[in-house]
């Protein structure tokens, strides 16, 4: 951690095409197959058909609704209290426009933000605040690019899930394991490539907060409160002490 | 396809994308000023970025000494990796790495 964070060496300033947006992907990609691989697999499982398995992650694309989505069908829940649920659930994601786009500078265009805001994932959204930390020049192309990357992998790992079932990786543990921290482990680089200390406290009180969350409630709420707390936590300004 | 799973998936569906898409065009967002908004939106992406990680970690803990070895050494790869090559592929897929290893040989 430093007060002014190094250039990364894999996020080229002048590069905002759709091409590295893409390449930016990589890890989401490797990261959302194994994900949604699970997904297809419970999907299956749940009753759903390879077809309805494809629907959730074709129009919904948010996975741990989706998750839950499964969880509600299995149990019988009636559809507008399942349908409210999930909504709720996905609240959070009001937080990330307004974020990217106060990063993004006053004149970025948000012309195909209807397009590129279908896959504003948190995983997407991160991964393109981490770059625009880093010196990546805003453009929608290279948000596109990021989205599109990480939503053909999310498609095509639900649909092998469902189509193939469990089992399929059993052949390679290592892999299979490795893949089950990729995420994790794109957060930790992400928290690490856009971290100085004026935002120390904001990421300090967002771990306590999810943590106190996550125990106390439930994991979405844990999400819902280290977001907002540790925003709010950012808002607050030492007074400076006069001589 | 059940119909009720497809008005469900197309509610849900477009919920999420009113709540990703519409505040890109809210004018708050391009607010110049250093006021409280502004501080506010700039924290919430490393804010954002913390929670996701502990929230994605928590599961990984285990009651048990011992077993959180992939999961400390999959960080300590991530945080080492990092340090000598501040990107965020080589960290991650490191991290990855370490942990299968890790799972593969020690859990």
């Keep these: ?243 | 396809m059940r119909p009720e799973l497809i008005l469900l998936a197309v509610a849900v569906g477009l919920a999420t994308w009113v709540f990703r898409f519409v505040p890109t065009k809210l004018p708050l967002s391009r607010a110049g000023a250093d006021g409280p908004l502004q501080r506010f939106l700039a924290a919430t992406g490393p804010a954002a970025i913390a929670t996701l990680f502990t929230a994605s970690v928590l599961p990984m803990i285990a009651p048990e000494i011992g077993k959180d070895l992939p999961l400390i050494l999959g960080t300590l790869a991530v945080l080492a990796v990092y340090a000598m090559r501040p990107s965020v592929v080589l960290p991650t897929l490191a991290g990855a790495v370490a942990f299968g290893l890790a799972t593969y040989l020690f859990g």
């Design chain 1, 1 to 243: 951690m430093s007060a002014q964070p190094t250039p990364p060496t894999d996020a080229a300033p002048a590069k905002t095409s759709f091409r590295t947006g893409l390449a930016m992907s990589i890890p989401l990609v490797l990261g959302y197959f194994p994900i949604a691989f699970s997904f297809g697999v419970a999907a299956t499982r749940a009753g759903l058909s390879t077809a309805e398995a494809l629907l959730f992650s074709v129009v919904i694309f948010a996975g741990a609704a989706q998750f839950l989505a499964l969880a509600l069908v299995a149990g019988g829940a009636p559809l507008i209290i399942s349908a409210l649920t999930l909504i709720v659930m996905n609240l959070r994601h009001v937080m990330y426009g307004p974020t990217l786009m106060e990063k993004a500078g006053t004149n970025a265009s948000t012309r195909y933000a209807w397009l590129w805001g279908w896959c504003l994932t948190d995983e997407v959204f991160a991964t393109t605040l981490g770059a625009l930390a880093r010196g990546t020049r805003f453009s929608e192309r290279f948000v596109g690019g990021v989205g599109i990357g990480a939503y053909l992998s999310w498609i095509a790992g639900t649909g092998l899930g469902a189509v193939t079932g469990e089992g399929a990786l059993d052949a390679f543990p290592i892999v299979d394991a490795g893949l089950s921290f990729m995420l994790p482990a794109l957060f930790l680089a992400l928290l690490l490539s856009i971290l100085n200390r004026t935002q120390l406290p904001a990421v300090v009180v967002a771990v306590g907060a999810t943590i106190v969350g996550t125990l106390a409630f439930s994991p979405t709420l844990g999400i819902i409160a280290g977001m907002v707390v540790g925003a709010l936590a950012g808002t607050i300004r030492k007074r400076r002490v006069l001589p």
